[in-house]
Structure formats: C-alpha cells, structure tokens
C-alpha cells in the first residue's frame, strides 16, 4: 500500500512550493520593479541586507535560489534575485525554535554533519526536531562548553534513532523553496534532509537546470513501542 502511494506523492512534490502575496491595498503593481538579476555575495552580506539593498523580501530571495536556510549564506554566492512583489515576506521561511519533545528521530539519519553557525541547540531544536539532551549526550567529543557554542563546521556528531522507525526516500526537482518549505510539506525535518544532500547550499539555476535532491518523506514510527538506539 505504502508503494502504490508514492507515484502521486512524488507527482505533488514537483509542484512549485509559491508563497502567495495578497497585494497591500494602494500598491500599484505596475510601479514595482520585475526586473530578475544575479547577484554575488559579499562577506558583509546577510540575507537580510540582501533583501533591505534590493527592496525585496529576505524568504522570496531564499525560496527563489531554493536555500537550504535563508540564514546560511556566504561571501561569492550567485543569488537570483527575484522581481519585486506588493508584500515581501522576510518571515515565513526563517527556522524556527521547536518545542521538541522527541529523543530520538524517526527514520534517522545516525549522522550529522555540521554546517557553519551550527550549535548543539540550533541542530536540536531548529533542525531535526529533537530535545537538546538528545544531541548533546552524543557530542562529548565535541569541544564545547554550552549547547548554544558554535560547532566547527564538518564535525559529525551521531543521533539517535528511533527503532523501528522508517521514511520513504524520493527524488525531488527542487524548483522552489527553502528545505523548511519541503519538511512542512513531507513530514520530515530540515536536519534530515541537509544529511541526504551534504553538498547542497543553493540553485541559481533556471527551473530546468533546478538540482534534483533526495528527500525523506513520511517519517514515522512502526511500532507504538520504540527504542532509542545509536
């Protein structure tokens, strides 16, 4: 039953994830500027300077170059920048703080691999959806002092995983959006994903030449009953 599912999982999945802008009332569209550019990054650059230098918002940016995180950005990226729209949005695709509960993830990854500004509390909490302890108790040979220290990037640290637990892998022609945008959408998490596609940061591509990642999707438990294993 699981695989009759995914030809029309994956069929929803090559839709454009498009975060809809209901135009302000007295924003006259045709004033705004549609013209689409590449820009390279500075060491200066955030995201956010980015947006506020261009009049544009700091997630159509991010969702536009299909980013990983629209926080994780670094001098010489080729970014699309997008045609203005009446209402930026600088908000929706930003990670955000879980209220995570869980002590292990569902359908792993047994590692992950650190990225720049990464911290035990960002991974845990922004990325895989899991309790600090859960990352910290693995990371002992991490050189650390706090949950909140930033970890050298390329340090793999191991996560527990939940047994039995599974997802469904697919390919994915990643068009649109930041990873946030996919987790919402398939069940999994951010953290989850970036550890299926470790050399992926961005796309400027055209939709055509967009890259085709993998993504985990569905993630769940097979049993009420699981345990936590490393």
């Known amino acids: 039953m699981r695989l009759a599912l995914i ?20 924003c006259d569209m045709s004033s705004l500027n549609s013209t689409s550019f590449i820009y390279t990054t500075t060491s200066e650059d955030t995201i956010f300077s980015i947006a506020k230098k261009f009049n544009r918002g700091a997630c159509d940016i991010a969702r536009a170059n299909r980013m990983i995180d629209a926080e994780h950005l670094f001098a010489g990226f080729t970014l699309r920048i ?15 703080r879980q209220n995570a509960t869980a002590t292990c993830v569902m359908g792993g990854p047994h590692d992950y691999k650190t990225i720049a500004g990464d911290t035990i509390e960002k991974i845990a909490l922004y990325k895989l959806n899991v309790t600090v302890d859960t990352v910290m108790s693995e990371a002992s040979e991490v050189e650390i002092s706090s949950a909140t220290e930033e ?28 990873y946030k ?27 055509a030449e967009a890259a085709w990642i993998t993504v985990p999707m569905g993630c769940a438990n097979l049993a009420l009953n699981v345990t936590v294993e490393i």
């Open 151 to 178: 970890i050298p990037a390329g340090t793999f640290i191991k996560i527990r995983q939940c047994v039995p637990s599974a997802c469904t892998i697919t390919p994915f022609h990643f068009t649109y959006g930041v």
């Open 82 to 96: 997008p045609g203005q729209v009446c209402n930026p949005d600088s908000s929706t695709c930003l990670l955000t």
């Open 181 to 207: 945008d996919l987790a919402e959408k398939f069940g999994t998490s951010v953290g989850q994903i970036m550890s299926f596609n470790g050399g992926y940061n961005y796309s400027d591509h055209s939709d």
């Open 7 to 26: 030809p029309l999982i994956f069929d929803i999945a090559t839709t454009a994830f498009a975060v809809s802008h209901t135009s302000r009332g007295g």
